[in-house]
């Protein structure tokens, strides 16, 4: 995870103002609509602190009051809501046949969400860099007529980004060691807000969480489901990482030690036998890999028709999706892993099957509350959740200077 430069702010993480003033908007962010004294008696910081720094971030426009009042006893209470509709955070994803955009405002209310045909497979990352730049200076230049401040943009990529934002491997994009933050700021001539990366299913997950109907579940797993297959981990609430940045490869969980050779140059993994590469090897092996929605699509068709062969190919990715998620359950115990990409349109072939394998291989009675879900977030999980990734950092005390 890298930051570069000039922040909207200098976040001084050590001044106890900047502390002060996250912790506030963020209770508000999570209990909106709600009063100073909410705040004051939830925090425990005193009731002239909380006034000062509730119109400090009023004068931001991070908060505004609403015309609503709650009677206590005593005087009527003013409402607090979060307001952030001057700021945008933008985020963009990569992919093997696509580059999306979306920005959002602080509040996560979406301002657009943009999907561009990309051959990244072939393309190498100095053409991904500059279609990005190409893409990301549209967004910036339409956040700015809307008169938006752009808080910061991240990228969500399919491979291992290290804890400096460089990207180590992306195997299917065949990527080694780019700088990508680096040369997307240097792209964008020094756009005067961080430019982060970070890992694609690292971002989906927290866009579940922050977003999505699960996000009351502090114990999330996010499953890609691109060519490449990997798992975004929220553990007790927080995304969680690893050591150097590499949790969640559970493409490379070996389920079929007979299986297919994998592009990690071992057999049977999760990716090989259950990505969609896997699917669409066996239903369309000369598509272009930028034609992999129309390639899809095609699959759900014939799935619809009740094509026997293509039953029976959905039923046992299934399968070897269900042993996966059991691995992933057997060891993390979270209380609901969602399925995301491709997956969502051929959930209906791949989900009763798969939770068959998973609550039969899963020690803990009942699969420990394990739920297999499909995500409602649609294609731009990680674009989402690259966009959320920078209003955790608003959250943690990155806040916009006063206009
Ligand atoms: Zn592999």
Redesign the pocket.
């Known amino acids: 995870m890298i930051t570069s430069h000039n922040g909207p702010q200098p976040a001084d993480f050590t001044d106890v103002r900047a502390t002060n003033l996250a912790v506030v908007l963020r209770f508000v962010r999570e209990n909106a609509p709600c009063s100073r004294a909410d705040i004051a008696a939830t925090t425990g910081l005193n009731k002239a602190t909380v006034s000062s720094l509730v119109a400090d971030l009023i004068d931001r426009r991070l908060l505004r009051e609403t015309g609503l009042t709650e009677h206590r006893v005593g005087r009527p209470a003013t409402m607090l809501v979060l307001d952030g509709s001057p700021y945008a955070a933008i985020g963009i994803e990569v992919n093997v046949d696509y580059i999306t955009a979306v920005a959002v405002d602080l509040k996560g209310e979406e301002l657009l969400n943009w999907r561009r045909s990309f051959p990244g497979g072939t393309s190498g990352a100095g053409q991904a860099v500059a279609a990005m730049a190409a893409l990301a200076r549209r967004v910036v230049s339409r956040m700015t007529k809307e008169a938006r401040q752009v808080l910061g943009l991240t990228v969500a990529v399919p491979g291992l980004v290290d804890v400096n934002g460089i990207v180590r491997v992306a195997p299917n994009l065949g990527w080694r060691d780019a700088d990508l933050a680096g040369d997307l700021t240097k792209a964008l001539r020094d756009p005067g807000f961080p430019v982060l990366v970070d890992n694609d299913a690292n971002l989906a997950a927290l866009a579940e969480h922050r977003f999505g109907p699960h996000r009351n579940a502090a114990n999330l797993v996010y499953v890609t489901g691109e060519v490449g297959v990997g798992a975004g981990i929220v553990m007790d609430g927080r995304l969680r990482r690893g050591g150097q940045g590499y949790s969640g490869e559970i493409?490379?969980i070996e389920v079929d030690p007979a299986g297919p050779t994998?592009?990690?140059?071992?057999r049977g993994?999760?990716?090989?036998v259950a990505g969609i590469g896997a699917i669409l090897a066996r239903t369309a092996p000369d598509a272009s890999p930028s034609e992999l929605e129309l390639e899809i699509d095609d699959v759900v068709r014939r799935a619809r028709n009740g094509e026997r062969d293509i039953l029976e190919l959905l039923e046992n990715v299934g399968r070897h999706l269900g042993r996966g998620m059991a691995a992933v359950a057997n060891m993390l115990n979270p209380e609901v892993v969602i399925l995301g990409g491709y997956y969502v349109p051929l959930a209906p072939w791949l989900v009763a099957c798969a939770e068959e394998e998973l609550y039969g291989r899963v020690l803990a009675p009942g699969g420990g509350g394990c739920r297999l879900e499909v995500s409602t977030l649609g294609y731009g999980a990680a674009a989402l959740g690259a966009a959320a990734r920078v209003l955790d950092s608003v959250d943690s005390g990155r806040l916009p200077a006063q206009r």
């Open positions: 493409g490379h994998c592009r990690c140059g071992r993994c999760l990716e090989s």
